[in-house]
């Protein structure tokens, strides 16, 4: 069975300080990894995907890969308010992503 | 352009009855999927089509049947609803079925009296 595991949160961060997120996953073949942010009451949406070992930066975000340890995670600097919500990671293993179960993150002003 | 898009958007139902959910992509993908999100926020697949094709199919009651009429619908019928079955339906659609980031749908919140 494979498996990706995420702490459920809630990660509570202050305004203005980096949010990180992190996922582990079972599966030493995958290779392809996706954050997705969810807000309440709304579908998953898409924020980054990364494929290699290293960092990817986008505006605010990084997600960070080491498929060495099987770790893969997202740094969100300056969090906002705007940014609490859950947060997914999905990683590809035969065909289909397998999801972790979110953490919930809070920014507090 | 809603890139994915499914109606209805809410169902209340009774327990028993039969009820369809729609789902349609334009946005060129060959792959569609439908997800089971329950009250505890975990995403679950339930199928995937690839072209009409159905390339994944989990325990899933079969109560439940998927139908792609073609590559840019994915529809599916729920039999005999059951209080269980209330949780948030999601469609979405990627590129091709390995590798690639998933598209959701806004989801369809379903509840069973």
């Known amino acids: 069975q494979k498996e990706v595991e995420q702490n459920s949160g809630p990660l509570s961060v202050p305004e203005g300080a980096i949010a990180s997120l992190n996922c582990t996953y079972s599966?030493?073949?995958?290779?392809?990894f996706f954050w997705y942010r969810q807000y309440s009451g709304k579908s998953p949406e898409l924020i980054m995907s990364?494929?290699s070992n290293g960092d990817k930066e986008d505006g605010r975000f990084t997600a960070q890969l080491n498929k060495a340890s099987q770790y893969v995670s997202l740094l969100i600097r300056d969090s906002q308010p705007s940014d609490s919500a859950t947060y997914l990671c999905a990683v590809n293993s035969n065909y289909q992503l397998i999801w972790g179960a979110g953490t919930k993150l809070i920014i507090k002003p | 352009d809603t890139a994915v898009s499914q109606t209805p958007k809410y169902l209340v139902t009774q327990m028993g009855n039969d009820k369809s959910i729609k789902c349609e992509q334009n946005?060129?993908?060959?792959?569609m999927y439908w997800y089971k999100q329950d009250s505890k926020k975990f995403l679950k697949i339930m199928f995937s089509?690839?072209?009409?094709?159905?390339?994944i199919n989990e325990t899933v009651p079969n109560r439940f049947s998927p139908k792609s009429p073609d590559k840019a619908h994915l529809n599916l019928h729920i039999n005999s609803l059951e209080l269980g079955d209330s949780a948030v339906y999601f469609c979405?659609?990627?590129?091709?079925?390995?590798?690639?980031?998933?598209?959701f749908g806004p989801g369809t919140r379903l509840t069973v009296l």
């Open positions: 946005l060129g993908h060959d792959t």
């Open positions: 089509y690839n072209n009409k094709e159905l390339i």
């Open positions: 979405a659609s990627s590129p091709a079925t390995s590798g690639h980031e998933q598209f």
């Open positions: 990364i494929y």
């Open positions: 599966d030493r073949g995958s290779q392809s």
